[in-house]
């Protein structure tokens, strides 16, 4: 099975901030990785998808990045509805796996 | 907009077989390059994917697991169904079904159940 790892496990920042989410895979998983974010109580909603594909309807302040094993989901400025959980996802082999998650609070 | 909404008990007893059943609406279940899917959550946890089925009844399952899901699809209701067996305190989670879209450039979980929480206890 491929491994996702992201790091921080929880942030604390404010209305405003710049934030970046990093995932990194146990093997090479080309462009195969996306985002979602998990609101309380909500099932997850797909943010980006094969690694920098905005998913329609999502604001174009998240981004993501990279290639390989090292990913980023970067929020250009943290409004009040981005505090939430964030996974990636890798769509390169079966099973598929998702990382433990990034709880984005508010400092 | 494709509608997912899961159903079945809430509550299953220790060593019996947890049956959930997924109703699509908004589209076919035929619907070319999608699976359909179902992962769960365990309480204040993150994300694992269970399986996948196709609407020809192809599967995918993850190892994990294999050796108790079974997934099939009811056409003719435009769902698609879960079973877990032999099912201990461990399976309680929020279970969620999931369209998959697979198509040429496409490969993620587009549209989700509102999900729904399993507990297995005596």
């Known amino acids: 099975d491929i491994q996702m790892t992201q790091s921080p496990s929880s942030l604390s920042a404010s209305v405003g901030d710049r934030v970046t989410i990093t995932c990194r895979a146990s093997?090479?998983?080309?462009?195969?990785l996306n985002w979602y974010q998990q609101r309380p109580g909500k099932p997850p909603k797909l943010l980006i998808y094969?690694?920098?594909n905005l998913h329609s309807g999502v604001p174009s302040r998240f981004s993501g990045r990279g290639s390989g094993t090292d990913f980023t989901l970067t929020i250009s400025s943290l409004q009040p509805e981005d505090f939430a959980i964030y996974y990636c996802q890798q769509s390169f082999s079966t099973p598929r796996t998702f990382g433990q998650g990034t709880k984005v609070e508010i400092k | 907009q494709v509608q997912l909404q899961e159903s079945g008990p809430g509550l299953v007893k220790p060593s019996q077989t947890l049956s959930l059943t997924c109703t699509v609406s908004g589209g076919s279940l035929s619907s070319g390059g999608y699976y359909w899917s179902w992962i769960r959550q365990h309480p204040g946890k993150g994300l694992e994917w269970i399986g996948f089925?196709?609407?020809?009844?192809?599967?995918y399952y993850n190892p994990s697991l294999r050796s108790r899901v079974t997934l099939s699809v009811d056409m003719s209701k435009n769902q698609f169904s879960l079973k877990l067996t032999s099912v201990t305190a461990a399976d309680t989670a929020v279970y969620y079904c999931a369209s998959y879209d697979s198509s040429v450039g496409e490969d993620y979980f587009d549209h989700w159940g509102q999900g729904t929480l399993v507990a297995v206890s005596s």
């Open positions: 094969t690694a920098s």
């Open positions: 093997q090479s998983i080309s462009s195969y």
């Open positions: 089925i196709y609407y020809s009844g192809t599967t």
